[in-house]
């Protein structure tokens, strides 16, 4: 008994180390071990924290106490605990953050502007019947068309649909959702499922598209299919109850890379093969946690070498020095411009896998040339993936992203 409570400690304290040491990105494979400790102590905290308590009574009814390893495991466990209710206080107010991001972006009364019926469906508060299931996603008042061809290139180039029950005569406006995975692996059916439910309960249709994956194919391959799914709802949407004149673009990581992308090279036929003339702009975008530099500009990455060859071997099939265009082409600092639609980035401070600085530094770049909105923001203490299952901050972030999209919508109806 003992040595289990030695070994829930030791977990605990790397749990934590994830949360309040600094970050750093090493080249190497410790973003992922980090990464894999840092959901159970930020999003599940609330989870996490009474089990340990029910393990530590179990473990000292069986005698766990009969020894020094025991007591020392002990203390170091209720020392923890205090970490643990600090990161649960950060994700119930994490709504605070959101909402000061938005008036900061679109004004004290962005809220007046989105229309009675809109505004009737926007969720008054988060509670605990929210997310005390986190993995429970499925709703009886939203209906889910599974594995529709958007192109003849496979089963990687299906998608899913989710839209309400009662669809009105004009159709439901549109949020394309694009899956992360690091380029290389990933599915529809995966991600995004909290902010795909809710919005589509809401009036909206979600669409979410697979897409071929490296080291298969190289980029922009990736991009090409999701501007082959955007053509499909601008071609067969309405086929499906969509109103495809109103298309938002949201995805995580990769996702959320590929997410700014579409924002930012709307139709470039050279991007869009197959589909050339095909509107392929997007009224709204909403990256999380997205990668939006290949060349390190922030200086977030101290050393390249891995993350570089990982890219050049499997993402882009070639080196910076082979093809500087290609890798200019995949970084979205590089393809900001005045006439991007409306931003609503959405990032943690403790990500361990795409920098933090990367996403600031987009931000700042958005700013200084767009003429639209851009609304960014960064929860204290989340980590990579944060809104994969429900929890309070992912709650939060949901409720966010659908009064910024109302807004957008009313404002360009």
Request: proline letters at 6%; hydrophobic letters at 45%.
């Amino acid at each position: 008994m003992d040595t289990l409570l030695a070994v829930l400690a030791l977990c605990n304290v790397l749990a934590l180390l994830t949360v309040f040491a600094p970050r750093s990105f090493p080249d190497n494979t410790l973003p992922w071990f980090v990464f894999g400790f840092a959901l159970l102590t930020t999003e599940l905290a609330w989870f996490w924290l009474p089990l340990q308590a029910v393990i530590v009574l179990f473990c000292v009814a069986g005698g766990a106490l009969d020894s020094t390893l025991g007591w020392i495991a002990l203390i170091v466990l209720l020392l923890s605990w205090p970490g643990l209710l600090h990161n649960l206080r950060l994700g119930l107010r994490s709504g605070s953050t959101v909402e000061e991001a938005l008036t900061e972006a679109l004004g004290a009364g962005y809220r007046s502007r989105i229309p009675a019926t809109a505004a009737a469906r926007l969720r008054g508060a988060v509670g605990f019947r929210d997310w005390c299931r986190p993995f429970r996603m499925a709703r009886p008042d939203v209906e889910v068309i599974r594995n529709i061809a958007y192109a003849n290139g496979g089963i990687r180039q299906r998608l899913d649909i989710y839209r309400p029950q009662v669809i009105p005569p004009q159709g439901c406006p549109v949020v394309l959702q694009i899956h992360g995975g690091g380029w290389i692996i990933g599915n529809k059916e995966e991600q995004a499922l909290p902010l795909m439910y809710q919005l589509a309960a809401s009036g909206w249709i979600c669409v979410a598209a697979n897409y071929r994956l490296s080291p298969s194919v190289g980029f922009p391959t990736h991009l090409h299919d999701c501007k082959a799914a955007l053509a499909w709802i601008r071609t067969h949407g309405r086929e499906y109850g969509m109103d495809p004149s109103f298309v938002a673009v949201t995805g995580g990581s990769a996702g959320g890379h590929l997410c700014a992308l579409m924002g930012l090279t709307a139709n470039r036929d050279e991007l869009q093969p197959g589909h050339e003339g095909v509107d392929t702009s997007v009224q709204a975008c909403v990256p999380f946690y997205g990668v939006y530099d290949m060349l390190n500009r922030s200086g977030a990455r101290p050393e390249t070498r891995n993350f570089f060859a990982f890219l050049g071997d499997r993402v882009l099939h070639a080196s910076p020095e082979e093809d500087r265009e290609r890798w200019e082409l995949a970084s979205p600092v590089s393809q900001v411009h005045a006439d991007a639609p409306p931003f609503m980035v959405l990032h943690g401070s403790c990500d361990s896998l795409a920098p933090v600085a990367d996403a600031r530094l987009f931000v700042q770049r958005l700013r200084e040339v767009a003429r639209e909105p851009v609304a960014y923001v960064e929860f204290t203490g989340a980590e990579h993936a944060f809104e994969i299952m429900h929890s309070p901050r992912a709650e939060h972030a949901v409720d966010g992203v659908q009064r910024f999209i109302e807004w957008v919508r009313a404002t360009r109806a």
